[in-house]
């Protein structure tokens, strides 16, 4: 099993990012795909989740607007797309998949800094 996620790196205030999840080695379709992030200091807290069937995708407050999750069956990735990106944001972002079992990916770092 591996989730590999990509995509991070340095941003300016205001910039955008798109993180990419690739699964491999279990069931891609039927599980929940999420994003998570943790800031230094802090607690990993849930950012977008995408469901498994009819795709139904939900928010952290702090992102609504912002961040869309979105999924490629076909490609076993989902991915993260991140607009207006703030200082806030800036965290080491993992992939989770969850459904009989639960995975995790090593994590990507995105730094939102001018």
């Known amino acids: 099993v591996q989730l590999v996620e990509s995509g991070g790196g340095l941003v300016q205030p205001g910039g955008s990012l798109r993180l990419s999840c690739a699964a491999s080695?279990?069931?891609?379709?039927?599980?929940?795909m999420s994003w998570f992030r943790q800031a230094p200091g802090k607690e990993r807290e849930l950012v977008a989740v995408?469901?498994?069937?009819?795709?139904?995708?939900n928010y952290a407050d702090s992102v609504k607007g912002r961040f869309t999750i979105s999924k490629d069956n076909a490609e076993n990735t989902v991915y993260l797309q991140m607009n207006s990106l703030r200082p806030e944001d800036s965290a080491v972002y993992y992939c989770?998949?969850?459904?009989?079992?639960?995975?995790w990916g090593q994590g990507t770092q995105v730094t939102v800094s001018s």
């Open positions: 995408i469901t498994a069937i009819g795709g139904n995708t």
């Open positions: 989770n998949a969850r459904w009989l079992m639960e995975y």
């Open positions: 080695g279990f069931p891609f379709s039927v599980y929940t």
